[in-house]
């Protein structure tokens, strides 16, 4: 069964000074035009997950990216199975998911639009590491035991495969217990039956020639050929004779291109044959049943595993993206068919502000930043699989496209629009370097897809020096004037606008030196800064 993918977009977009209602009311009228996309409220307790560190923050971040992409696979790979058990039994039902132990059983795009934080399973007042390597281990929990009842399974279809052979080709290669009984042969001391292969084509000339085949002495029994079992091409026939020329009337009937089949009838044999048989289709059945309702179970869990998974990344990106106390909406956007780009203009041109000019733009890839950027938190989540791909993901292939400025990396360093406060900003131990991380604007005209910005938050990072970084916010409020004067003639372009641009964040790492002073055990790599 080919199932395809419904996309949903999962946004996140910081409330700002607005009030909530405001902001929600914005977000659907903006994407009611033209009927773009259907809107859900993606429920994230945000009150209740705890912030903690930067340093936290930032390490949950990326180790997010390899959980999620871990969730989504198990998933799929569990949805996949189960849509083959299905339709091998011919009995294809759609996936459902229960909200809760007490939930009444809803189909997963249901389940994700309809979503709430499970706080049972997941207690929402744990670390959100905690949260997350729990959800983790569910999930990798459940791909192993996958991999244990695939196994289970091909071994118990191997078993009735191979049974199966025997009972298919032609009276040649195919198994005979099922087709002879014991009135069919003759034996005793001197006597015994033999079971011959004979072409269609070639029946007459073994009824004129068989008694024959045993060479010159008349030890075969007169009449005593009989049809047993015919199919397409050949005839299966039997044949009495002494046991003392067997051998002289095999090596005849090659001659002749009748095959002697090498068949030794035993009742206690064949019944053992066939209670093998009736075993082994047994036991697949019981173990195709018992897969299948695994699969059913598991699928759900593992896709609830893979929703919390993405409202503890989406909360963790919003936070870094716009600062603390935690204030953002988190939508689920359903794109109409055909209007995913209408639906994005609309997205951009709505929330165009929160990110700077020149971070939409220019050929320089910032290191770590996804394949696009967007303004706003953005996430794919699947409730079913795309037949042109063999994973749940994006449109584009890869997960860096899909997530697009979902996704961050070390080296990444946020745009304006951040709601942080300075370096008392409420967040801890960290609270200085969400600041420096996530406050300081680019000068106008700098191009922040280079390495000169993150080098420069870099360095404040290493430090964490609250007056350090006072120094180079205000270092950087004095750097657009001269930078903004180099970019608007034609004469600064090029070099000359990077070169002007290159001394303003050299000033900026200079200032963060002298204000870490010799304190900073990481003066020798801020040396190594200043001088590159």
């Not at 709601?419 to 191009?447: F, H, T, Y």
Request: charged share 30%; with cysteine.
């Amino acid at each position: 069964m080919e199932v395809e993918a419904i996309p949903f977009w999962l946004v996140s977009t910081p409330i700002g000074s607005s009030n909530e209602a405001a902001e929600w009311n914005k977000l659907t009228k903006k994407v009611g035009e033209g009927d773009t996309a259907q809107v859900f409220r993606f429920q994230i307790p945000t009150k209740d997950l705890k912030v903690g560190t930067l340093d936290n923050l930032m390490s949950l971040s990326d180790d997010l990216v390899r959980m999620d992409t871990m969730a989504e696979a198990t998933t799929f790979k569990i949805y996949k199975q189960l849509m083959e058990l299905q339709k091998d039994a011919g009995q294809v039902e759609e996936p459902t998911i229960r909200m809760g132990d007490a939930g009444h059983a809803m189909k997963l795009d249901q389940y994700l639009c309809e979503f709430k934080w499970d706080e049972a399973k997941y207690p929402v007042k744990s670390p959100l590491r905690e949260l997350s390597d729990l959800l983790t281990t569910s999930v990798s929990r459940m791909d192993d035991e996958l991999k244990a009842k695939a196994t289970e399974f091909q071994s118990a279809k191997g078993a009735k495969q191979a049974l199966e052979r025997k009972d298919q080709g032609n009276l040649m290669v195919r198994s005979l217990a099922d087709i002879v009984n014991a009135k069919d042969f003759v034996e005793s001391e001197h006597l015994t039956t033999l079971l011959v292969v004979v072409p269609k084509f070639a029946l007459k000339e073994w009824e004129t020639s068989y008694a024959s085949l045993g060479g010159d002495k008349p030890f075969v029994v007169p009449n005593s050929s009989r049809k047993v079992h015919e199919d397409t091409d050949t005839v299966l026939m039997t044949v009495t004779l002494f046991k003392s020329i067997v051998d002289d009337f095999k090596a005849n009937c090659r001659e002749k291109r009748f095959i002697v089949r090498d068949f030794e009838y035993s009742e206690a044999g064949v019944k053992a044959e066939k209670d093998s048989k009736e075993k082994a289709l047994s036991e697949h059945d019981k173990v195709k049943a018992m897969f299948i309702r695994w699969c059913k179970t598991n699928l759900a869990e593992a896709y609830s595993a893979m929703v919390h998974l993405k409202a503890v990344r989406v909360f963790v990106e919003s936070v870094l993206r716009y600062g603390v106390p935690p204030n953002f909406q988190a939508a689920l956007l359903k794109p109409a068919p055909r209007k995913e780009v209408q639906l994005r203009k609309h997205l951009d041109s709505l929330y165009q502000h929160l990110a700077a000019s020149d971070m939409t733009g220019g050929d320089e890839d910032m290191p770590g930043q996804a394949a696009e950027f967007y303004p706003y938190v953005f996430f794919n989540v699947y409730t079913a699989r795309r037949p042109s791909e063999g994973r749940w993901g994006s449109r584009r292939g890869g997960r860096r496209a899909a997530d697009g400025g979902g996704e961050r990396r070390r080296g990444e360093v946020r745009g304006r629009g951040s709601a942080v406060g300075g370096a008392d900003s409420g967040v801890g131990p960290g609270g200085a370097r969400v600041a420096a991380r996530c406050v300081l604007p680019p000068p106008r005209g700098a191009r922040v897809r280079g390495s000169l910005r993150p080098r420069v938050a870099n360095a404040m990072w290493m430090t964490g020096d609250t007056q350090a970084i006072r120094d180079v916010r205000a270092g950087l409020s004095a750097a657009p004037a001269a930078a903004a004067a180099a970019s608007v003639t034609p004469e600064a372009a090029g070099r000359g606008r990077r070169a002007a641009i290159k001394a303003d964040f050299g000033h900026c790492v200079r200032s963060v030196i002298a204000s870490a002073g010799t304190r900073s055990r990481q003066r020798p790599k801020l040396d190594e800064l200043a001088s590159t």
